[in-house]
């Protein structure tokens, strides 16, 4: 329940110029961070951090949540514009967004994700504000047998990503999932690194992600002269109130968009899940129950409805579980965990009980942010969606030297930027042969995921398997896939009754 005299007091709190000035600093420049490839969400926040050794606990926690909501949102603008998503977060919006780009419906894709973004992210401010404890006293009930569901849930949307070659989209997922098995397994062997000490910790997401994604679309962009056809001639051109128009957009799939944000706010509360899987868990979903779920993938708008409304929707799940329980539900709540702590606060219980204005004003803020996300949303999709209409000679040298720096500034590691390379010519060679370089990425995003909670579950259950069964969460999970598998074939298969009748 809402203390509404506690609540007030926090509004009353957020009531000044560094207030107001730190929001505006944290939203525009995490959505600048998010933009760039390889620059997390995570950075952002731990870039800023030092930034708040000076100011009060409320001022610093404003910046850093401001800069969280904003990060994991401008991932999306290179995600739509370049095939180069900016956060992982951010990957399953590519999809669909770049296939509207070079339709020449970019503006429409950058309003879309920026309406869907907003939405998505204030509705979970909102569960955060009334529904913090239960929603996370139920998210920490999730152990390794969950975690490892949640995982082949995500998963599952492997079997319909290609187009229309079920064989090659299993191969190419496979060939992900066993990348991510590369390096020490949680029982400490070593698997797969091939001697080269980099691969120690398994081959890191960000590279793979740029080098599958972005680096290979590279040697395509070789061979035509714009990223749209017709380059600058072309009549889409730069068009603030297109994007503003079809930000409202969102709402024509109210059904997408509601569940969405239920998905994306309870994965973000699951320690260590995050927004990329609350992002593919969710395109999943909506691509299996749409009556467009063919046409995903093909520039398709409910696709980016789905992913960014779920992937800025688990950054309220993710405020839920750190706040009220004290346990971090992904890297960036850990270092806003860590910067409570610099102020002298303990998150939990203790929190709720002394800090409790602090509590509602950090809330409050992450709702200011939203408003402020909007106008940054804006702002940095019409200035950059001129980028649609500079040649390809400009770009690709341009692109390939971000990917290269955005590679390389995750770890401070060339192994990192070469490992790039290599992914992005594996990724031009799938592409040339119609493997779907998306399925290989999301092996690679979740298989770790799945890989480490199968063994930890193996572990501490001593290879009896039936907990997956036993265990009322996991269960529920497990009949989740399977409806969600068969029901859309049923389904279509009634519809070609009816159309046959007819």
């Known amino acids: 329940m809402v203390e509404w005299s506690a609540l007030l007091n926090g509004v009353a709190a957020l009531i000044s110029w560094q207030i107001m000035y730190v929001l505006l600093s944290g939203v525009f420049f995490g959505v600048l961070c998010g933009a760039i490839p390889g620059f997390t969400a995570c950075m952002a926040v731990a870039v800023l951090l030092p930034v708040t050794y000076g100011m009060s606990p409320l001022v610093g926690m404003t910046l850093l949540v401001s800069t969280y909501a904003g990060a994991i949102y401008g991932g999306s603008i290179t995600a739509i514009l370049l095939n180069c998503p900016g956060t992982p977060a951010a990957a399953c919006t590519a999809f669909d967004g770049y296939e509207m780009t070079k339709q020449g419906k970019h503006n429409e894709a950058l309003g879309l994700a920026i309406g869907s973004s907003v939405v998505g992210g204030s509705i979970s ?95 395509s962009m070789l061979h035509t002269e714009f990223i749209v056809e017709g380059g600058d001639n072309s009549t889409k051109k730069k068009n603030i109130f297109t994007i503003i128009k079809y930000s409202f957009y969102c709402f024509k799939y109210p059904m997408t968009l509601i569940k969405s944000i239920l998905i994306g706010t309870f994965i973000g509360a699951v320690p260590a899940a995050g927004a990329s899987v609350a992002s593919f868990v969710s395109y999943n979903q909506a691509k299996q129950s749409s009556k467009n779920g063919d046409n995903f993938g093909k520039g398709e708008m409910e696709g980016i409805v789905a992913s960014e409304s779920a992937n800025n929707a688990s950054t309220g799940g993710a405020l839920c579980t750190m706040l009220a329980i004290g346990i971090p539900g992904s890297g960036t709540t850990a270092i806003l965990l860590g910067a409570l702590m610099l102020h002298g606060l303990q998150p939990g219980p203790r929190l709720f009980m002394f800090q409790m204005e602090l509590v509602y004003g950090i809330i409050i803020a992450l709702f200011l942010s939203q408003i402020i996300l909007f106008i940054a949303g804006v702002t940095f999709s019409y200035y950059l969606s001129g980028i649609v209409n500079i040649s390809t000679k400009i770009l690709v040298p341009t692109i390939a030297l971000l990917s290269i720096v955005g590679s390389f500034a995750l770890q401070n590691s060339i192994f990192d930027a070469q490992l790039m390379f290599v992914f992005g010519l594996i ?43 036993t265990r009322p969460v996991s269960l529920v999970l497990i009949i989740f896939i399977v409806l969600s598998m068969v029901l859309p074939i049923i389904v279509k298969k009634i519809d070609i009754k009816k159309q046959k009748k007819t």
């Open 125 to 219: 401010y909102f569960f955060l504000l009334v529904l913090m404890y239960p929603i996370a006293a139920f998210a920490i009930k999730f152990g390794s047998p969950e975690m490892f569901i949640l995982a082949i849930l995500g998963l599952t949307i492997i079997a319909s990503i290609g187009k229309g070659n079920f064989a090659k989209s299993i191969l190419a997922g496979l060939f992900g999932l066993l990348i991510s098995t590369v390096g020490i397994s949680p029982t400490g062997a070593i698997r797969a690194n091939f001697g080269l000490v980099g691969l120690m910790d398994g081959v890191p997401i960000v590279p793979a992600i740029i080098g599958f994604l972005a680096f290979s679309e590279l040697f």
């Open 427 to 469: 990724g031009w060679v799938m592409k040339k042969n119609d493997y779907p370089v998306i399925a290989a990425v999301l092996g690679i995003i979740l298989g770790p995921i799945a890989d480490s909670n199968l063994i930890r579950t193996a572990i501490r259950y001593r290879n009896d398997f039936t907990v997956f069964f």
